[in-house]
């Protein structure tokens, strides 16, 4: 299970850092990742790291404002967003990856479960 929170309003320029508690079968995955869904828009991928030194993959224009991390004791992963802007808008999920999965960190259909969202929502 996956538990997403820490969406909310804030002003464009502001930050919010989201936060992805796991528990029971998630735990043995292998990598976790944030995806967001904008208004109309298709869910796509925002970041991911692996919980085994904690390496990182990054959606190629949010690097740089967007950090993910993770603490392994509290089998939590975190995303800090900073100088948000109204793009960024949108439903936030994270999501599981099994070790054994092969295919693309951008692709949702390498993740197995999925927590169930924390609107973001930045204003002008």
């Known amino acids: 299970q996956l538990q997403a929170s820490g969406g909310g309003l804030v002003q464009a320029g502001g930050s919010l850092r989201l936060s992805c508690a796991s528990s029971?079968?998630?735990?043995?995955?292998?990598?976790m990742a944030w995806f967001r869904q904008g208004p109309g828009k298709e869910r796509e991928f925002v970041a991911a790291?692996?919980?085994?030194?904690?390496?990182?993959i990054y959606r190629g224009s949010l690097k740089g404002r967007f950090t993910i991390s993770r603490d392994n004791a509290k089998s939590t992963v975190y995303l800090q967003m900073n100088s948000l802007e109204p793009e960024d808008t949108a439903v936030y999920y994270c999501?599981?990856?099994?070790?054994?999965?092969?295919?693309?960190?951008?692709?949702?259909?390498?993740?197995?479960?999925w927590g169930q969202g924390t609107q973001v929502t930045v204003s002008s």
């Open positions: 790291i692996t919980w085994v030194g904690g390496n990182t």
């Open positions: 999501a599981a990856r099994g070790r054994y999965a092969s295919g693309s960190y951008y692709s949702t259909r390498e993740y197995d479960f």
């Open positions: 029971g079968g998630t735990f043995s995955s292998y990598a």
